[in-house]
């Protein structure tokens, strides 16, 4: 136990705490941007990374990895925070904890196998347009010192490292730019203007709600979805640290994590949050590894807005723009596009659907939704196809012999039937099967639809082979679990 | 048949590891297996603290994390061989016929537990790679290996010399009896005179207990030494080990549970810090 304690804790100690501090200083613009979008004070967002960052790190399934408020769950909240306010905003965001917990426990995240590869990509480019997206009002009908200064804030941030790696390039631009605005007394927006800072430590707070079945009707449908979402981005950004590292994490345990860290989060008057993709790449990049890192960057996150609050409110909304950009340039899967073309047009129209359905929806539990729908249709549609049907006829003319090769089940049970000739004038017809699969009960009735039509013409039929055949209707059969039954299945 | 497997890593005490396992591989007449376990957490990690992420940052930093753990992932699996190999020929000068090797991935407990039952003797070192310097520290893998493993395990210090008299702590409970019975059913000790040393109050029930000790072991054809010190468990074992010129000691290991020995501390843990004689661990 102490060996694992120091093997999650400890065996990284400098580069935790380097990388938790350069996370810090992203998460703090990246929270105030994600308040602005759900339409709350920034402490809010503030609060609610500090929590779930320090929450995740110690209950969390996966080391090394960033919870806080996000984009993805902060689109989710905007309709119920103009709707119904604040407060029902926190109820959601415990019982997004609650039903995350029951989902941990129900082992969902095991679910995440049948969500594609191009699903998966499909909701991260959907996570880089709508961060995107959501920085639009803050460049529209502004001066043009907006413009100037995001785009010198995103040259700053990728040209900086060119000079100096050893620190993070968006603390610089958000320095230069804080310095040049109150320097040249511009007039243009500030996080001060957005609403409230955090003045203080977090403190306890039970969300002022009626607790009746009506509030319960309100909170619910955005709950199911803030936790739906919340858990898919954290399963995938769960994988993708996994890949980078070359370790393992407990999905299970990081899905009752998160729903801790959500319930926690609305106890102190926070919003919803989830893993950040971006942010825990840029924590791998820094050297962060364990749970450390992800500890550190939210006790820095606070300490550093509690205790810099006058000069956080002094930042222009231009900077965190910049930074925000960057985060929405360094999500999205450039390769992806590249990709369209090489790829099989069913795997791109999966993607692009994705993408499509939540920039519509707002909502990426919908994307995925529809996603891993089209995915298991192209499927479907792909497995229909291995089966053929030949057929031979007897030297006398009188019977004939139907060879069924194949998956015959729900999607190609039209065809199979298609493949018999119910005109030809035959005594008896042969329908051999020994080498064909009837997955479900569709095939079964295709079958039995073929063999009373035959016999309407007044031909004999017989069939070969159907109990083999029909040995992968599993549900019954349940051949899965016995040993040997692949070879069975495959091999009859 | 079940191995003497020997856990090497390159460290100060290797050569020593090679020289017991050896030893305990012809006394039982038992094949030697060398093992080394590339460990992945040792690797110091690159850290770029620009803090941006930009066009493929994702892949690219993957393809840069692989590219470095595949570099030194080549030049640890070459230097293992080449210790693998110069601690096969060292078994080999020292009498052992056909030592065999293997390397493995991964944390060095579970490679343990997946061997479990292909281990007739564990040769440890007391120490690590990293306790190299460090005096009384005990090697970080070792606890968890005893802790997690039922077989004998053989934990050596820095410095070989063949065993001459072995000294057996007993207390009458059944982890130490039945140490007590693998010492007289094993070829490992036969013919060496043995001690047998109770800590304790000398009263009547532990005379018995002794006295079935000294029989089960005078049975196998042991000259046994039998006696009743009282004190400080460890205190004791040390002393009588310098009068009587033990050179290993067989014990029980880590009979209580975690929490008992958080509170108290563990004798085991204890013994294997100071002794500068092997231990044989019975679980």
Sequence with gaps: MINSIQQNWFSNIRGDVLAGTVVALALIPEAIAFSVIAGVDPKVGLYASFCIAVVTAFVGGRPGMISAATAAMAVLMVTLVKDHGLQYLLAATLLTGVLQIAMGYLKLGSLMRFVSRSVVTGFVNALAILIFMAQLPELTNVTWHVYAMTAGGLAIIYLFPYVAKSIPSPLVTIVVLTALAMFLNLDIRTVGDMGELPDTLPIFLWPEVPLNFETLAIIFPYSVSLAVVGLLESMMTATIIDDLTDTTSDKNRECKGQGVANIASGMIGGMAGCAMIGQSVINVKSGGRTRLSTLAAGVFLLLMVVFLGDWVAQIPMAALVAVMIMVSIGTFSWASLANLKKHPASTSIVMVATVVVVVATHNLAIGVFVGVLLAAMFFANKVAQYKYVSSTLSEDGLTRTYTVVGQVFFASADKFVDFFDFREAVDKVVIDLCQAHFWDITSVSALDKVVLKFRREGTVVEVIGLNEASATIVDRFAVHDKPGAVDNLMGH | ?283
């Design chain 2, 1 to 283: 048949m079940a191995h003497v497997i020997a856990c090497i890593d390159g460290s100060s005490i290797t050569p020593a590891v090679c020289d017991y396992a050896a030893w305990a591989s012809r006394r039982m007449d038992a094949p030697l297996n060398f093992l080394h376990v590339l460990g992945k957490s040792e690797y110091p990690i690159p850290a770029d603290l620009s803090g941006n992420i930009g066009l493929g940052s994702r892949e690219h930093l993957l393809q840069e994390l692989a590219e470095l753990d595949e570099k030194r992932s080549r030049v640890a699996l070459e230097q293992g061989r080449l210790m693998l190999e110069a601690a096969k020929a060292r078994a080999i000068a020292d009498g052992v016929s056909n030592p065999t090797s293997r390397q493995r991935h991964g944390e060095l407990v579970d490679t343990l537990i997946e061997f479990e039952h292909d281990i007739r003797l564990l040769v440890m070192g007391r120490q690590g790679e990293h306790g190299d310097s460090a005096g009384e520290h005990i090697g970080s893998h070792l606890e968890n290996v005893v802790r997690t493993l039922h077989r004998p395990i053989l934990v050596v210090p820095s410095d070989y010399s063949e065993p001459q008299r072995i000294l057996v702590a007993f207390d009458g409970s059944a982890t130490t009896r039945k140490a007590v019975e693998m010492v007289a059913a094993s070829p490992l000790f036969r013919g060496l005179p043995c001690h047998v040393v109770m800590v304790g109050a000398d009263k009547s029930e532990a005379r018995e207990q002794l006295d079935w000790a000294r029989a089960s072991l005078e049975r196998a054809g042991f000259a046994v030494n039998a006696s009743i010190r009282s004190g400080q468990v460890e205190e004791v074992l040390c002393a009588y080990r310098t009068e009587h010129q033990i050179d290993l000691i067989v014990m029980g290991a880590y009979g209580h549970s975690k929490i008992r020995e958080f509170l108290v501390g563990s004798t085991t843990t204890k013994l294997i810090r100071q002794s500068k004689i092997p231990l044989l661990l019975l679980r």
